[in-house]
């Protein structure tokens, strides 16, 4: 009879009441270890406070979105170009009206800039709003592209992550420059949700859309190689950091209950073959496409695309060189409460290890600031790659700190109190001192001043009667980004040293007026000198005989 009720007590059909509820509490362990580690978020596990963002995630989605827009948006002509966007401006127009493109390895950035920027100027026409409005577009679809996470960071923490990057003000700086970060970062965030997603489901669709995220990623900027090898890294050490840290959990003991280390989430496993065929075909298509300009520059422009990597080597050794704290002397003054809280997220994913993915993330971000810390060649924008995964980990603070129900008063106040103190300095940034050298991310900018010689020479031009058609000699040896402005002037020449010449207007550096003056003597008069940007002043002279 004993014998009887033992195996009665290793059978898993209904017992007694007493046995139903320990069987009950074993299982409710075990889904609760296995969904941890299956990367369910505990905020999507937790009480009801938390179930109101998932109730209203998509309202509060979008009006983080229409906050983002309508801190890119306003005015994207009012911070006048920088030399990198004039280059990027010259490359542009030369696509568009004469329809050539062709990679240069010594230009360092992929094509992809040009391409979207050509279709802006179908819709908008070739002016500076259509330009910016590219990378502005590319810096929204990075802000979206966070709350694809949802499923696996939960509700709150995504939304979290969304809100301090629409705010962020070197986000938003970095998004109002025709430049490659902005669609870089939004490639990379693009390629990691693709990964997961597919890990996830298994359907094929992701494994495409990684594709195109990871070509159009290696088509933008040679850099993505960093972010690639980056995430490998991350991936590879948060799998068996995790395991080490974070051990199956055992369930309740039962007699005749048998124990199984549960299969970790985000898994590669088996990939099918036609998957992978289908992603090597997309892959290969979008790079051709774009290195070869459409077959215009084929093979040439492929070879150049490997061939970048080399000297991009030797300028990150020998160029803009900085020390190696510099991203966070920049970060800090402006981009403080994403840094804060992202660090806080990183030493919590790091210690008690939650997720599998939240690991990844805090190494990705850990990751990518030491290898770019690490070479000595440093911009502002290039903080955009950081921003993004220390964002995350703000947004994992922020929800575990509002699963805590003593703590939960905390989260809503530190995430309004690092958005309202984030969007006022982002606008401060973006919309007043956007020239101004003392804040960080403005990086030998040109100034507003330089604007007003734009102004002096089209009024000059009007006054001429010759209007667009009027000569312009640039003989100053720094004049970029003077080309973007000069676009429509086809009697615009810059030569970069003082030639003779008779034209109607002649722009020198104030450093030459001692070699010009006296060959244009009685016949030019200084009209003015302006400033381009910090250790650039130019001066304008205007032929005699135009009023």
Known sequence: MKSRDRRKGRTRGPGRPSEARGDAAASSTLAASVA????????EQAAAPVDFFDRWFLPIAIVILLVAAALRLPELALNPFHHDEGVNGFFTTNLVREGIYKYDPANYHGPSLYYFALLSEIVFGLTTEAMRLVPVLFGLLLVGLVFGLRRHLGSLAVLAAGALLATSPGAIYVSRYFIHESLLVAFSVALFVSVVLYLDRREARYVLAAAVAAALLFATKETGIITVGVLLIATVVGHYYTQLLAPSPVPAKSPGWRTARPRPSLSPGRIPGEHLAGAAVVFLVIYVLLYSSFFTNFPEGLVDSLATFTIWTQTGEATQVQPLTKYLEWMIPLDLPILILGVAGGLWAAIRAPRRLW?????????????????????????????????????????????????RIAAPLVLGVAVLASGYQAIVLNYVHYDDEHYAYVFVHSTRDMLRLIDEIEATAERAGTGK??????????????????????????????????????????????????AIEGRYRRAGDYNLRPGVDLVLYVRNDIP
């Open 36 to 43: 941890t580690r299956a990367g369910v978020g505990a905020t």
């Open 359 to 407: 690991v990844v993330i805090g190494l990705w971000a850990a990751g990518i600031t030491v290898a770019y810390s690490i070479i000595q060649y440093k911009t502002p924008w290039i903080i955009l790659n950081m921003l993004l995964p220390l964002a995350l980990l703000g947004g994992l603070v922020i929800a575990e700190v509002w699963r805590r129900r003593p703590l």
């Open 469 to 518: 058609e009027t000569g312009v000699v640039i003989v100053s040896p720094d004049y970029w980004p003077l080309p973007w402005y000069f676009r429509d002037y086809p009697r615009a020449g810059f030569f970069g040293q003082i030639v003779e010449t008779e034209e109607a207007m002649i722009v020198a550096n104030v450093n030459q007026e001692a070699e010009l003056t006296p």
